[in-house]
């Protein structure tokens, strides 16, 4: 009875938005919002033949894969080294964090100069050392434009990640270590049969949070390609935003988002099974 | 006595008519034009309120990229302003949700007359007026006079096939020659200057499709051959209106096709930049392309009165020779275009004389999904990844489905 106005104020908050996209999934909606009429189905139908969807679907997963499976690869060494306990190691963690910082999409505009064609210190730092002999065009094409923003989501998650995996490596504690050590492990039988393990909690923690911001992230692709050219760089995101704000069609907008939401429900549902049978 | 108390209650009722008057104010939103936009609006705002005491204006600067955004979330939420600046191009979306309200009751006389016929035209539907032309603009070719004298045009190209040869010239001598723009918004709109000019059209008689006559194919071909031979910039995708424009600023681009605001632009910015303007080149014919951005009333607003009063004095001629010429568009109104202003600059002239030839953007739902279309078409074919021909008939069968065709 007490929990019963928090439990209420809770189903408002996600109730009401849900019903929302629901109606405006099943009507057909003007630019400003008026709903003119229901229309079933005609909004899927129209999202689902839409080859850019199914495009940027498939896209999306390639997106969250890479670029959290890069992060961890890249933060789980990162946290290793920062853990040893060396001369300049806090001014070392502190650069580390500073990105944290900065809001992403002013980190993706200062990227997008860095790889500007003309004037990017990218191009002028590859001309410099010889290794190509005239300006990339990093954005024109989205095969080399697509990489350039995974590589971009992947350094402006690691500060995030390291923060974590520090945090969990910071609680295994260094006798074990040592008795190992005794036992004659090597470093590296002592990473895999010790640290890793230890470290899974943490490490399931850092891929699903990352796995649900990196699904959501919209400004580096935004502000970089804005899913373009020629449509080859969208993820649901962006596609879901140019659908609703520049082709003004709020009504499959909303099943886009739909699909987004049922994804993410989905991943963290797994998410839960997982955690019940490990725990 | 008695004729005392009428008196009074005349005056009271006077009063009570008085008060709300003199609070009323005007919310005006205006897209970020320049960084003199926002202050000529404000100066404008403080001439009309030190006029009109009983009317103050508010005046909200958005940056034109979302705009549209803007618009839609405030009307969505029933917080929009009383007035605001519109891309003409949007505006039927408005007139069929009601949300844009007809000035023809509203205006004084003669107020209509004021205009520029073929400017006003786009903002009128369905025999209404419901949009005044506040900016204008039309397009027409800017070329780097050092660059295109050295390659044989002093005078600049006329037509495609100068393009290609001056280009050819340029490139030899380690230039970039046609700035080809293929990213960002009008992307669909630089295919069209090559469509009309050779003698194509966007849309037929009947609102389908048309962009994928032979026309159309010609035009896209002409861009693609250029880009193969490399008498543009490399990598064309990577390059929106500001940074080709840019690119012909620095003196790094010989031939750029955009509007007449990049006169004010290069002589703040490059005063000592050499160039010239001259028509899109004609393939078979001469065409441009004319935008007008118009301002609406919301149908909302509860004081169209005093809004429309303000929408009065903005255009009058004062304060639009003062907007136009600070932005850089073309008159809108018949008095700013006597303006000495006007007549008595060539590079202007050029872009006016074009305009019996303009092509406006057509008032047709479905606009920005053909816009749309035809730009994803344009880039896959700089891309590689189709034929002009295919892709544009891709594109076609798609904004058809969108015009409802």
């Known amino acids: 009875m007490l929990i019963l106005p928090s439990l209420l104020l809770a189903l408002g908050v996600i109730g009401y938005p849900f019903y929302e996209i629901i109606r405006l999934a099943v009507s057909d909606v003007s630019r400003f919002g008026m709903v003119r009429g229901f229309s079933g189905w005609e909004n899927f139908n129209r999202v689902v033949s839409d080859p850019v969807f199914v495009d940027a679907l498939v896209r999306t997963l390639v997106w969250t894969v890479t670029v959290v499976g890069g992060t961890i690869l890249v933060a789980l060494p990162v946290a290793l080294v920062l853990r040893e306990d060396f001369w300049g190691r806090g001014v070392a963690r502190t650069i580390l964090m500073l990105p944290w910082s900065i809001a992403l999409s002013m980190a993706a505009v200062v990227w997008l100069w860095a790889f500007n064609a003309d004037y990017g210190m990218i191009n002028a730092g590859l001309q410099h050392w010889g290794i190509i002999d005239k300006p990339l065009q990093w954005m024109a094409r989205p095969e080399t434009a697509f990489p350039v923003e995974v590589g971009i989501g992947i350094v402006v998650s690691i500060p995030f990640t390291v923060t974590i995996l520090l945090g969990g490596l910071s609680s295994i504690p260094s006798e074990i270590y040592e008795a190992a050590k005794i036992d004659g492990a090597r470093p590296w039988q002592s990473f895999w049969l010790m640290t890793l393990p230890m470290m899974r909690p943490f490490m399931n923690i850092a891929i699903v949070l990352n796995v649900i911001h990196v699904f959501n992230s919209f400004p580096i692709i935004w502000v970089m390609t804005q899913g373009g050219p020629n449509n080859r760089t969208h993820i649901l995101v962006t596609y879901l935003y140019e659908l609703s704000f520049y082709l003004g069609r709020p009504g499959p907008a909303a099943v886009v988002s739909l699909v987004v939401l049922l994804i993410v429900f989905s991943a963290t549902a797994v998410y839960m099974w997982l955690r019940e049978r490990e725990g | ?405």
């Open chain 2, 1 to 405: 006595m008695r004729q005392g108390w009428k008196w009074l209650i005349g005056a009271c009722a006077a009063l009570a008519m008085a008060a709300p008057a003199k609070a009323e104010t005007v919310r005006m939103t205006v897209s970020f034009y320049s960084a003199a936009t926002g202050p000529y609006f404000e100066k404008m705002a403080a001439d009309f309120h030190a006029a009109n005491p009983g009317i103050d204006v508010k005046i909200e600067v958005v940056n034109w990229s979302s705009l549209l955004q803007k618009l839609q979330t405030d009307i969505s939420g029933g917080t929009n302003a009383d007035v605001s600046i519109i891309g003409t191009r949007w505006l039927l979306d408005f007139v069929k949700d009601g949300i844009a309200e007809p000035l023809d009751g509203m205006m004084a006389p003669g107020f209509k007359e004021r205009f520029i016929g073929p400017f006003l035209k786009p903002g009128q539907i369905g025999g209404k007026t419901y949009g005044l032309p506040v900016a204008a603009s039309a397009r027409a070719m800017y070329y780097n006079k050092a660059m295109l004298t050295k390659a044989g045009f002093p005078d600049g190209p006329r037509t495609w096939d100068d393009v290609v040869a001056a280009a050819e010239k340029i490139k030899a001598d380690g230039g970039n020659g046609f700035g080809l723009m293929a990213k960002g918004t009008e992307v669909d709109v630089y295919f069209y200057y090559a469509l009309w000019s050779h003698g194509g059209d966007v849309l037929d008689a009947n609102q389908k499709a048309a962009f994928n006559s032979p026309a159309g194919v010609k035009a896209l071909t002409l861009y693609k051959a250029m880009l193969d031979r490399g008498l543009t910039e490399p990598g064309p995708t990577n390059y929106t209106r500001e940074d080709l424009q840019n690119q012909f600023k620095q003196g790094r681009l010989a031939m750029v096709m955009t509007a007449p605001f990049l006169i004010n632009q290069i002589a703040k910015e490059a005063p000592t930049l050499d160039y010239g303007i001259v028509p899109v080149p004609t393939g078979t014919t001469q065409a441009t392309y004319a935008v007008t951005d118009s301002v609406v009333l919301f149908a909302n607003s509860k004081v169209k009165p005093a809004a429309m009063k303000w929408l009065d004095f903005l255009f009058t001629a004062g304060p639009r020779i003062a907007f136009t010429k600070g932005e850089g568009f073309l008159p809108t109104t018949n008095d700013e275009a006597k303006d000495p202003a006007f007549t008595e600059n060539e590079r202007l002239k050029v872009f006016v004389n074009l305009l019996p030839n303009a092509r406006f953007a057509p008032t047709v739902t479905g606009w920005e999904d053909t816009a749309k279309a035809v730009s994803d078409a344009v880039q896959s074919v700089y891309l590689g990844s189709a034929t002009p021909e295919a892709a544009l008939n891709a594109a076609a069968a798609k904004a058809n489905q969108s015009l409802g065709k």
